[in-house]
């Protein structure tokens, strides 16, 4: 079982014992910062991805569109494209996730447990949007287990 | 002043963005943003603006209440606001946190309150100027209300119950599939616990959303009576429930039915159905 921030993969543990520090008003004033860097996580013009997730779901207030390609060395890229209605909660962890979870193989994404979300976003957030905060970590999981059964599919 | 408020009811109680642009200095104001949002303030607001959160400042973190009279006193002091302060509030999803954070001050005694019509979205559209600053004012000495005016703009469950009972008007402005039961919270939000769907017996359906234009401001006086007043069959005289999923959406047509359409006796059932839907025996309709 995991247990320390020690089994995140290395950005994303970086990116979780910066947040565990804040206070809870630097930490908003970053999850602000992230939020600003949500649409750098969009896919670019000309990029291929193995697997494309574009929809609506109910606990969302706009469309969100996940992009997987999976690269050289079992490395997951992520892009993500957030509808204009997206709440700023949901594009920092945009941020956040893409720039902690990219370069890590499927598995491991697939593996990571969600209790890391609260040290980031702190408790008073949680509380007040509790499903928000962990939707986006949610589709980038199910896009890797599609992935994943896809591949192991093909592989018959 | 514009046009389409002169025929309002409370022509007072609203402002555009335009007069909003000409008075951010005025002092005798306070701009309030209240969203829906949790972080959308800090990411830019109209300058001058203090954030009151609704779940933050104007509720007990303890029981499902609101502040008290102290606590409310102390939330205007240090956001600069004295007790004849015209606060001006505005903010996202149409205005429906702006409308439940002025209908809680209202709640206090507060009267000297207005909406900015289109609200947060119609600022932006405009290309209007926005800062991240956050201000600061001077505290203020506001007098400590000397009680919570429930009686006059809120009802509890065992008062909707008796309302209900009574045949008198119930408005339920959650959307229709909430309505009749088929979904227990709105299209594109989270089910937030409630147990049971449908509706309370009796209440009629009209989504808050027919109040509003696209562009996020309210209809006129003349779209807003043919709605409320003759197909609704609302008395502008009589005594008048609305409700919807926690109360930030029947806070929208509370505004509607109260300052723009002036009608006497309107009262917002908070509860509404996170604790209706939840409550042991409480009747419960589905269908249309």
């Known amino acids: 079982m995991k247990n320390g921030s020690s089994d995140y993969p290395e950005r994303l543990r970086e990116i979780i014992e910066f947040f565990d520090s804040l206070e809870e008003v630097e930490k908003r004033e970053n999850l602000i910062a992230y939020a600003d860097n949500a649409p750098k996580q969009e896919p670019r013009e000309g990029e291929a991805f193995d697997l494309e997730d574009v929809r609506k779901d109910e606990e969302c207030t706009d469309t969100v569109g996940v992009y997987l390609r999976v690269e050289e060395g079992n490395r997951s890229c992520f892009r993500i494209a957030l509808g204009p209605q997206v709440q700023t909660l949901t594009r920092a962890m945009t941020a956040i996730l893409c720039t902690g979870l990219n370069g890590s193989p499927p598995e491991s994404i697939l593996d990571i447990r969600q209790d890391f979300v609260p040290k980031i976003v702190g408790g008073e957030l949680v509380r007040i949007r509790s499903q928000t905060v962990y939707y986006v970590l949610g589709r980038m999981k199910g896009a890797c287990k599609a992935y994943m059964h896809r591949r192991d599919r093909d592989s018959i | 002043m514009n046009d389409k408020f002169t025929s309002y009811a409370h022509p007072e109680a609203i402002v555009d963005t335009e007069w909003l642009s000409q008075n951010l200095d005025n002092p005798a104001i306070r701009i309030i943003e209240s969203n829906e949002d949790v972080l959308l303030y800090e990411t830019g607001h109209v300058p001058g603006a203090v954030h009151i959160d609704w779940r933050r400042d104007l509720q007990d973190d303890d029981i499902r209440d609101y502040i008290n009279p102290e606590e409310f ?107 009749r039961g088929d979904v227990t919270h709105m299209p594109d939000y989270p089910q937030e616990g409630v147990l049971r769907g449908g509706h309370i017996p009796g209440a009629q359906s009209t989504p808050w959303s027919t109040a509003a234009n696209e562009d996020a401001t309210f209809k006129s006086r003349e779209q807003l009576e043919e709605i409320y007043t003759k197909n609704l069959n609302l008395d502008p005289e009589g005594e008048t429930i609305v409700y919807c999923r926690i109360g930030e959406r029947s806070s929208h047509t509370w505004f509607v039915l109260t300052y723009l359409l002036g009608y006497a006796n309107v009262r917002n059932y908070d509860g509404s159905w996170t604790e209706w839907g939840n409550t042991v025996r409480a009747p419960i309709e589905k269908g249309d």
């Open chain 2, 73 to 179: 006193a102390a939330l205007c002091s240090r956001n600069g606001i004295a007790s004849d302060t015209v606060c001006v509030f505005y903010g996202d999803k149409s205005n429906w946190w702006s409308c439940y954070a002025l209908w809680a001050f209202r709640m206090f005694g507060h009267t000297n309150i207005r909406i900015v019509d289109g609200g947060r979205a119609k600022w932006f559209a405009e290309n209007r100027p926005t800062t991240r600053e956050t201000p600061s004012f001077p505290a203020t000495d506001y007098p400590v209300p000397e009680k919570r005016l429930d009686d006059e703009v809120r009802a509890f469950a065992k008062e909707t119950l008796a309302h209900a009972e009574a045949g008198k008007p119930l408005v339920d402005v959650r959307s229709p599939g909430e309505f």
